[in-house]
């Protein structure tokens, strides 16, 4: 079965500076990759997708993602941070769908408390 | 265009009663999921429906908790004889569907259920 770790329960950064949230995934094959944001009492929104290909993916908001094989990882990075991206960040991965239909449902890391300083 | 709605936002039971929690995914959606999140972790897979089939239900706890989608739109989470375990946020979800747009969820506000 998949797993997701993201090591760093919360992360300060200030407004401005640039900012990783690490991610590493367990998975016998190529997994799909997903980051999302969640904001206080809201639903969780889709920042970025990786499925196959270039492995740097850009997203919503100013934010990308690299997909490392060899490390497992696939990192989300922002070059400014601004205030409104405090939130709660969850990195997923997708298992591939079983033959003969059904699927598993996408497995979250516990996520990234992000605080932003003025 | 109209996102995922579920209703109600907040719900408090006490334990032992039935309370039923009600996701519309977005219109055309094949494929919508249903998600448990605890407080402070991340989102728990629960069931998974393409339609009105109910493909994947092995993440559901109990068999005290059940799902429908009798018409491959709306669906309704139901937990009867709520413990206080169940407390959490119940998110819903929607895609697509088929192979990898599958993954590519679009998550509901999700409901807070408090069992006293």
């Known amino acids: 079965a998949q797993s997701v770790t993201q090591p760093d329960i919360h992360i300060t950064v200030s407004e401005g500076a640039s900012l990783e949230l690490r991610c590493n995934y367990s998975y016998g094959a190529t997994p799909y990759l997903f980051w999302y944001v969640q904001s206080p009492g809201q639903g969780l929104q889709l920042l970025l997708k990786?499925?196959?290909?270039?492995?740097l993916v850009q997203g919503i908001k100013g934010f990308e993602a690299e997909f490392k094989r060899s490390q497992s990882s696939f990192n989300l990075r922002k070059p400014s941070v601004h205030w409104s991206d405090a939130a709660e960040y969850f990195c997923a991965v997708g298992a591939r769908a079983r033959r003969g239909g059904g699927a598993d449902g996408l497995t979250f890391g516990k996520g990234t408390h992000l605080i932003i300083q003025p | 265009g109209a996102g995922v709605s579920q209703s109600p936002r907040y719900k408090v039971a006490k334990r032992g009663q039935d309370v039923a929690l009600r996701c519309d995914p977005i219109?055309?959606?094949?494929?919508l999921f249903w998600y448990q999140q605890a407080l402070g972790q991340g989102p728990e897979f629960l069931t998974y429906?393409?339609?009105?089939?109910?493909?994947?239900k092995s993440g559901l706890p109990s068999d005290r908790f059940f799902a429908e989608r009798p018409e491959g739109s709306v669906s309704t989470l139901k937990i009867q004889r709520t413990q206080q375990e169940d407390s959490a946020v119940y998110l819903c979800?929607?895609?697509?569907?088929?192979?990898?747009?599958?993954?590519?969820?679009?998550f509901g506000p999700g409901t807070r259920l408090t069992v006293t």
């Open positions: 429906f393409q339609n009105e089939a109910q493909l994947d």
């Open positions: 990786y499925f196959s290909g270039d492995t």
């Open positions: 219109s055309g959606h094949v494929s």
């Open positions: 979800a929607s895609s697509l569907g088929a192979g990898r747009l599958t993954y590519e969820q679009y």
